[in-house]
Nanobody, 127 residues
Framework: QVQLVESGGGLVQAGGSLRLSCGAS????????MGWFRQAPGKEREFVAS????????YYTDSVKGRFTISRDNAKNTVYLQMNSLKPEDTAVYYC????????????????????WGQGTQVTVSS
């Protein structure tokens, strides 16, 4: 049973930073692409960032480029999302997700490519 557990969310002022963590269990973490998505109230869940299993290449949505950094520690079965220069529009529930297939490079910003999701962690940025 694959489990993803996010942590690190909270309330921060605009311009501040947070680091989200997502711990994975139930399979060999290193063999799977990982991604972060977010969902603001009344909006659809949207892609934020992803990282490849194969070469740790990273992908970002345009609105977070230069501010957010995704990374992974395969020894700890954990993926991180470092968020700097936060803006009120970054307020959302943040979810980590992973593919169902190992050794597979998924289309990073396609939700249907991700089979497993965490429960989410709330990030609130005040102005």
């Amino acid at each position: 049973q694959v489990q993803l557990v996010e942590s690190g969310g909270g309330l921060v002022q605009a311009g501040g930073s947070l680091r989200l963590s997502c711990g994975a269990s139930g399979r060999t973490f290193a063999n799977y692409d990982m991604g972060w998505f977010r969902q603001a109230p009344g909006k659809e869940r949207e892609f934020v960032a992803s990282i490849r299993w194969s070469d740790s290449n990273t992908y970002y949505t345009d609105s977070v480029k230069g501010r957010f950094t995704i990374s992974r520690d395969n020894a700890k079965n954990t993926v991180y999302l470092q968020m700097n220069s936060l803006k009120p529009e970054d307020t959302a529930v943040y979810y980590c997700a992973t593919a169902s297939r190992s050794y597979y490079s998924l289309d990073p910003n396609t939700k249907s490519e991700y089979a497993y999701w965490g429960q989410g962690t709330q990030v609130t940025v005040s102005s």
